[in-house]
């Protein structure tokens, strides 16, 4: 049998090729490889929220920094004399409410007054009328009376027309008031956006902001490697997916690490991948194509090692070799 294969080396390439092809079938029902993984963890990515140039720079590339460390700060001047500003302004506004307030009591006495006055014309004139219709007073009289009640009723109107001005420049005292405050606080906070810590622990990305360069808001400055969720994230072949369950068990090993079989758990799957680079970047991407050839689409699945091998560091990116068994 063997001489007759050799007799036709066609014959027995081909017969290889075919038991090759069905061992590889019939093993990927059983198991999921992929060289394809690399190491991850969660990364801050440092912005500016406020514009000036960079005063002070307090770490450097690869430095390890503690939650609330400082990193940089950005020239405080132009904030904290805005601040001053506002200050001033809430103080005037707050001056300009007491002044308000004070027409407001003033309108109101005078608004008392103007009554009492009206109200001692108009019994006046009810005594009049009285004598004027019992024969006792001159007309002259009645007719002095009847002025004095239009005149203070005048008064009276006149003051309350005060009393809604000033009361109206109360209400727009208070919300010069609330103008200024909500200025201030504005002020301040950006005041406190100058200088920025580290928002957790970590080790500094290689960056290329340097003291004095102008940062604008949103402009990226550096970022930290955190050691929170430590992965190794594999993009597995799409015909395996229905097979990986959450906690499947995976043997893996670290680039960094190659001699060493690590065991793990799948703790994530992808829900789905974007088609194209020009999707919005929050959907992964996996490149389809590999040395000009084009791939099946694949996945990816996120790994958490039992436990983080002692000595070994965490380099974000680097390479990892995944076996996940059905």
Same mark, same amino acid.
């Given at each position: ?8 080396? $066609? ?5 290889? +090729?075919?038991a ?17 993984a ?8 440092i912005?500016?929220? @406020?514009?000036g /140039? +960079? ?9 390890? $920094?503690?939650?609330?460390? &400082? &990193? ?16 001033a ?12 307030? =004070? ?8 608004i008392?007054?103007?009554?009492? @006055? %009206?109200?001692n #014309? %108009?019994?006046?004139?009810n ?14 009289q009645?007719?002095?009376? !009847? ?32 103008s ?6 504005r002020?301040?906070?950006d ?9 957790? #622990? ?6 290329? !902001?340097r003291?004095?360069?102008y940062?604008?808001p949103?402009?990226? $400055? ?9 992965? +190794?994230?594999?993009?597995?072949? *799409?015909?395996?997916? *229905? ?7 995976? &043997?893996?090993?670290?680039g960094?690490d190659?001699?060493? &079989? ?7 799957i992808?829900?789905? $991948?974007?088609?194209? /680079?020009?999707?919005?970047? @929050?959907?992964p991407? +996996? ?16 790994? *958490?090692?039992d ?5 070994v ?5 680097a =390479? ?7």
């Amino acid at each position: 049998m063997l001489s007759r294969l050799l007799r036709h080396p $066609v014959t027995l390439i081909v017969g290889v +090729v075919v038991a090759l092809f069905v061992i590889y079938e019939i093993s990927v029902r059983f198991f999921a490889y992929t060289a394809d993984a690399y190491v991850m963890s969660d990364i801050v990515v440092i912005s500016s929220q @406020i514009e000036g /140039p +960079v005063s002070k720079l307090a770490v450097q590339n690869n430095q390890t $920094v503690a939650a609330n460390q &400082l &990193l940089f700060e950005i020239e405080r001047t132009p904030f904290a004399l805005k601040v001053q500003e506002a200050q001033a302004s809430l103080a005037q506004a707050q001056a300009n409410l007491g002044l308000a307030q =004070d027409e407001v009591n003033a309108a109101k006495a005078n608004i008392a007054s103007a009554q009492a @006055i %009206q109200a001692n #014309a %108009q019994e006046q004139l009810n005594r009049i009328k009285t004598l004027s219709g019992e024969g006792f007073s001159p007309e002259a009289q009645l007719d002095v009376a !009847t002025r004095d009640v239009a005149t203070a009723g005048a008064n009276v109107s006149s003051t309350q027309a005060q009393l809604a001005v000033a009361t109206q420049r109360v209400t727009v005292a208070n919300a010069a008031i609330g103008s200024t405050q909500a200025e201030l606080a504005r002020a301040e906070y950006d005041l406190s956006k100058t200088v920025v810590a580290a928002p957790e #622990a970590g080790r500094i990305t290689p960056f290329t !902001t340097r003291l004095g360069d102008y940062l604008r808001p949103g402009t990226e $400055v550096l970022a930290i490697i955190t050691d929170r969720r430590r992965r +190794v994230v594999a993009n597995m072949n *799409e015909r395996h997916l *229905e097979r990986i369950r959450i906690g499947q068990r995976v &043997l893996l090993t670290l680039g960094n690490d190659p001699w060493q &079989l690590h065991l793990g758990r799948v703790s994530g799957i992808a829900a789905g $991948v974007a088609r194209s /680079p020009h999707n919005p970047e @929050i959907v992964p991407y +996996v490149e389809p194509t590999t040395d000009w050839v084009r791939l099946p689409r694949r996945f990816p699945i996120e790994i *958490e090692l039992d436990d983080w091998p002692a000595g070994v560091g965490l380099f974000n990116g680097a =390479d990892a070799r995944v076996l996940i068994w059905f």
